[in-house]
């Protein structure tokens, strides 16, 4: 992440950062919940995240998608700790044992509940499956919107490309924003209407686009970029 990745997203992408305080008094392990339109989505959210929780936090990768392939799959898992999910039903395979057993080593999950990256910038249905785990392990759901990714990195893309508006081209601005935290409940759809809601509600306002480390003023910012 440090040596290769972040300076590879810098490269493309003014990263924002916002709601990190609301992480503050968060424990893993969590169900980390995002929005899903780009193959940078990952990266993007793991750079987010504070390093307590990050150091800890597997994700989720379509098996049908990136463990067909034995290299694909070492290279993800590698890059990215990621650990195979099926997608069927609501979201997670009857047999998510592997998933039980992380979680209940102290692992945090990140998990896309629409199942697939979204095309055209239009939000998808956001299934149970995330919801269903929290509940099961007493966990609380952490949602995450990410925008600006599909713009770098749109489906059917194998890397990220610049924005090229003007003489030179330029670094797409890209916000992560975490959301109110949602302990669990016994009603895994309520959580998952919450989950949604956030989804549904739109970025927020622009500003300037530093870095992730630096905070501003108000405390409750964090920014890349520049």
């Known amino acids: ?12 992408a003014a990263r924002r950062a916002t709601g990190r305080e609301r992480l503050a008094s968060v424990k893993g392990p969590v169900i980390l919940v995002a929005n899903h339109s780009s193959h940078m989505d ?26 067909r392939n034995r290299l694909v799959a070492s290279l993800v898992s590698l890059l990215f700790n990621t650990v195979p999910i099926e997608r069927r039903g609501g979201g997670l395979s009857k047999n998510g044992s592997h998933l039980d057993k992380l979680l209940e080593q102290g692992w ?6 629409e ?29 995450i919107r990410v925008t600006g990714t599909a ?3 749109p489906p059917g893309r194998v890397w990220p490309r610049r924005l090229r508006r003007g003489p030179l081209p330029r670094r797409h601005r890209i916000e992560v924003s975490f959301g109110e935290p949602i302990p669990p409940a016994g009603d895994p759809a309520a959580m998952i209407e ?11 306002s622009a500003s300037p686009y530093r870095r ?8 409750d910012t964090l920014n890349v970029g520049g």
């Not at 992440?1 to 493309?12: A, G, H, K, S």
């Open 42 to 67: 990952t990266p993007v959210i793991l750079s987010a995240l504070p390093r307590r929780l990050r150091k800890r936090t597997a994700v989720a990768a379509a098996a049908d998608y990136f463990y």
């Open 194 to 204: 919450r989950v949604q809601s956030f989804f549904d509600g739109g970025s927020s």
């Open 151 to 153: 713009d770098a990195m």
């Open 115 to 143: 199942g697939t990256r979204a095309r055209a910038g239009m939000p998808r249905r956001v299934r149970r499956g995330a919801a269903v785990l929290a509940a099961a392990h007493n966990l609380t759901i952490v949602p």
């Open 1 to 12: 992440m440090q040596l290769v990745l972040i300076p590879v997203i810098d490269y493309y």
């Open 212 to 219: 992730f480390a630096s905070r501003s003023s108000s405390g």
């Open 108 to 113: 945090s999950l990140l998990l896309y509940p």
